[in-house]
């Protein structure tokens, strides 16, 4: 009982990585899209510049020029960040429960 319990737990574990990468995969590419449409950048840029935004590197190359692009980005990083950061939290827990795993076996 307790094995299939502890299998349930990891699949749950599991899957609420999965949802969590999904959704920051989501995010970036809904800001990239957003932004290629809004202020007629490139692909490559309006990604770089998603990814820049999201991470609060913040380089200043580029910057929303319109009134809909900036009020876009205040949602979108407020949002953005809370996932990200909750996306980088299940990946850490995924990687200490592997590294348990592996001690325990030993």
Not at 26 to 40: A, S
Not at 58 to 86: E, I
């Amino acid at each position: 009982h307790e094995q299939i319990t502890d299998d349930n737990q990891m699949c749950i574990r599991d899957s609420s990585t999965s949802v969590v990468s999904g959704l920051a995969a989501g995010t970036l590419l809904t800001g990239t899209v957003v932004y290629h449409l809004l202020e007629d950048w490139s692909w490559v840029d309006s990604l770089y510049f998603s990814v820049v935004t999201l991470t609060t590197v913040g380089y200043g190359d580029l910057s929303p020029t319109t009134d809909l692009s900036k009020l876009f980005t205040v949602v979108y990083l407020v949002s953005g960040m809370s996932l990200l950061a909750a996306y980088f939290n299940e990946v850490m827990k995924r990687r200490e429960r592997r590294a348990a795993k592996r001690s325990s076996r030993r």
